[in-house]
């Protein structure tokens, strides 16, 4: 018998520790998530990429009467970068949550759908995207690359 292990990695920061770049990333993220549609929930979720040219493109979570027709928010933008920026590199996802009180403490993790999503367009650009979590807390959580959530990556 063979044991197989794998080691997930996360960076934790404060806010302030973080340098401009990534605070660039995590206002773009705030940005999208004032905007979110989430009247179902009233869960609002927001996500920033930041493509290599450093421009973002911004999702939030759309939801709809009939709930399994909504949407993630970072599907949202990762899909709307699919659309529209064939030859693009994602360099960096930022995610970050909150509910309508505004007492949610958690750094958002993707959820499986969106982190299936992740990987795939990390395969096809042959990069890895840097995933940042941030919470009203003023925490954040930095990997670097999707394998730090979804060790056992689905290939074929
Ligand atoms: N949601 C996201 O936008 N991203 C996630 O990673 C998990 C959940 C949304 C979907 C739904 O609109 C609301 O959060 C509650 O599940």
Do not use: W
């Amino acid at each position: 018998m063979d044991k197989i292990e794998k080691k997930i990695s996360f960076e934790k920061y404060t806010y302030e520790e973080l340098n401009e770049n990534d605070k660039a990333c995590i206002q773009q993220s705030l940005q999208a998530r004032s905007k979110a549609y989430a009247p179902y929930s009233t869960f609002s979720v927001g996500a920033s990429l930041q493509m290599s040219n450093g421009e973002y493109i911004l999702g939030n979570n759309q939801e709809n009467r009939a709930y399994p027709s909504g949407l993630c928010a970072e599907r949202v933008a990762l899909f709307h970068f699919g659309a529209n920026y064939p030859d693009g590199i994602i360099k960096t996802l930022t995610i970050t949550a909150n509910n309508k009180v505004g007492n949610y403490k958690e750094m958002i993790k993707p959820c499986g759908s969106c982190l299936q999503v992740i990987a795939e367009y990390e395969l096809k650009q042959e990069q890895k995207i840097r995933i940042i979590l941030y919470s009203d807390t003023n925490q954040v959580l930095i990997a670097e690359g999707v394998e730090n959530f979804l060790p056992m990556i689905f290939l074929f």
